[in-house]
């Protein structure tokens, strides 16, 4: 299982990643890349087994492993049971 090191976590428009979003959204720095996340508790509604949105803002600093990775319109998500 690959383990990922949250380096910084931004809260942005979803409309600054697609004209379609209209949710805050997190980008998501870590060691192995950039990735995005809905906000803590909305859900990613095109997969079926995908968890809401994750609090990595509490995870700077701190190395996580549990998570999928999901390609999507464009963007890599990153996607951990709460």
């Known amino acids: 299982m690959e383990v990922y090191e949250i380096l910084s976590v931004k809260i ?14 997190q980008i998501i720095e870590t060691d192995k890349g950039t990735y995005i996340d809905n906000l803590v508790g909305a859900q990613f509604g095109y997969f079926n087994d995908a968890e809401p949105g994750y609090n990595w803002a509490s995870m700077v600093g701190q190395k ?3 998570v999928k990775v999901y390609d999507h319109a464009n963007y890599k998500w990153l996607n951990k049971k709460s």
């Open 12 to 25: 942005v428009t979803g409309q600054s990643l697609s004209p379609r979003w209209h949710n805050n959204m």
């Open 64 to 66: 996580v492993s549990g």
